[in-house]
């Protein structure tokens, strides 16, 4: 009993490690020279780690010569085109060859996982054209069904599949959007050299004080002292005078209170004497 209980929690343990690392897409596409370059973005921009992540997975690769136009481009920039190229489900040629001819398949990419797609453009349609022939295209405004299937290139059903198109997809704005949505960190540091968000209010706030009444110094005079002028310089003219009578006051209690206990002390000093 003890053997088949040893036994019985090795199986569930090879099956569980084996369902959390069902596919290793670089390892799958390192055994086809012709998808070097395609491999080799997806490890450089690391989206490899975030398909290996999924459990079902499709991608559409390029050849070397087709994927051959990214080159030089921004890696954010790579990452976001490839990332359209990767289905969130498992697609075939079997199950590609049964969609129906007549209307246009909406699939969801990885890109619109990320969130940062616009405008459709983490969608892509596919249509069965020309008697049967798969072809892809960005579900964007102005997307066109430019590239078409062009083989299987390996597949773990129902992990994930690896199809060859002849061409990468054009996502129309994705540029655009790379641009707008990479750097958010950009727009403060460019304006905080400049100086625009933090000086510019400082001399929009002194024209308006300089060009007022003078009425728009007092104000700041204010502002500037801390805790000892706004007592003084709060109201100028009737609380100064309002003030002073104040410590006048006190001091004439002191002095009458000071006499009284003068008295007193002479009343008890002449019981005690007699």
Do not use: C, W
Request: hydrophobic share 40%.
């Amino acid at each position: 009993m003890d053997s088949r209980a040893i036994s019985a929690a090795f199986l569930v343990n090879f099956l569980l490690f084996s369902a959390a690392s069902a596919f290793n897409v670089t390892k799958l596409l390192s055994q086809f020279p012709d998808f070097t370059n395609f491999n080799d973005f997806l490890t450089q921009t690391k989206l490899a780690d975030e398909i290996n992540s999924r459990a079902t997975i499709t991608v559409l690769a390029v050849d070397n010569g087709a994927v051959s136009g990214l080159n030089g481009k921004p890696m954010d920039l790579v990452k976001r085109i490839l990332s359209v190229h990767v289905i969130l489900d498992y697609y075939d040629e079997k199950k590609l060859s049964q969609l129906s001819s007549d209307n246009t398949t909406v699939l969801t990419t990885m890109f619109q996982a990320t969130g940062a797609a616009t405008k459709q453009q983490g969608f892509l349609k596919v249509k069965l054209i020309n008697e049967g022939e798969v072809a892809f295209g960005s579900a964007a405004d102005g997307g066109t069904f430019d590239s078409k299937l062009v083989k299987s290139v390996a597949s773990q059903p129902y992990n994930i599949s690896v199809l060859q198109i002849s061409s990468p997809i054009q996502v129309p704005g994705i540029e655009s959007t790379a641009t707008n949505s990479t750097p958010p960190s950009p727009p403060p540091s460019a304006s905080s050299p400049a100086g625009s968000p933090k000086k510019a209010p400082t001399p929009s706030a002194d024209s308006p004080s300089k060009a007022d009444a003078p009425a728009a110094d007092k104000p700041k005079a204010k502002a500037d002292a801390p805790a000892s002028s706004p007592p003084k310089g709060a109201d100028s003219g009737g609380d100064a005078d309002a003030a002073s009578p104040g410590p006048s006051d006190s001091s004439d209690a002191s002095r009458i209170i000071f006499a009284g206990g003068a008295v007193v002390m002479a009343v008890i000093s002449s019981m005690m004497a007699l």
